[in-house]
């Protein structure tokens, strides 16, 4: 028996999910939870084979819950199920090691099998989620990137440069470039931008 752990906001969906997948009778749904912060503190956590996650819940959404879960145990199966799916978050998800990743219009018998796969060690990506991936490139540099990251965490531009070992004008330098890029006004929107398209 394939016990999974069922992570959605929307209460409707993810009973109605919890039941149809119980209809199969090699999977259990041992736990629900609707926030992915309720998931990491959950003691049900550490019995399940396969987690589903929405990408996009209250407070930490799939993907983070999905890192800290990875964090807790590498070996951990998980899926993303989402709606609006964006091609970076896509490669964000599989960087960190996540093994399936799924549109919510999935049939339930398909996802089933899905889960299955999943739990034997397979990896699993919807084919439409996976041709738009590899068919939007993101246009800024890896130095770029670390710097939006660390903006978007908060971080002012004398901690970007302490914690990466740059003169400040070099990071002023690397942000002003990324705003350029991206068309926006300051360093927060394009570090939003980038989180919102997957790239950190």
Not at 37 to 60: H, K, W
């Amino acid at each position: 028996m394939i016990r999974v752990y069922l992570a959605d906001d929307e209460e409707m969906l993810r009973t109605a999910l919890a039941s149809l997948l119980e209809l199969d009778d090699g999977l259990t749904v041992i736990a629900q939870a609707a926030s992915g912060d309720a998931v990491l503190t959950d003691s049900a956590r550490a019995d399940t084979d396969v987690f589903l996650l929405d990408l996009e819940m209250p407070g930490l959404g799939g993907l983070d819950t999905a890192k800290a879960l990875l964090d807790e145990n590498p070996d951990c199966r998980i899926v993303i199920v989402t709606r609006h799916a964006r091609p970076g978050i896509l490669r964000s998800a599989l960087a960190a090691g996540l093994r399936g990743f799924v549109p919510k219009n999935t049939p339930a018998e398909q996802l089933s099998a899905i889960v299955r796969r999943i739990h034997d060690g397979e990896r699993y990506v919807d084919a439409d989620l996976a041709l738009d991936a590899i068919s939007v490139d993101c246009p800024l540099t890896e130095r770029e990137l670390d710097t939006l990251r660390l903006t978007e965490e908060g971080k002012s531009v004398p901690e970007i440069a302490t914690q990466l070992h740059l003169a400040a004008g070099t990071v002023r330098n690397y942000l002003s470039d990324a705003i350029t890029k991206l068309g926006v006004k300051t360093r927060h929107a394009a570090a939003k931008q980038a989180k919102a398209r997957g790239w950190i």
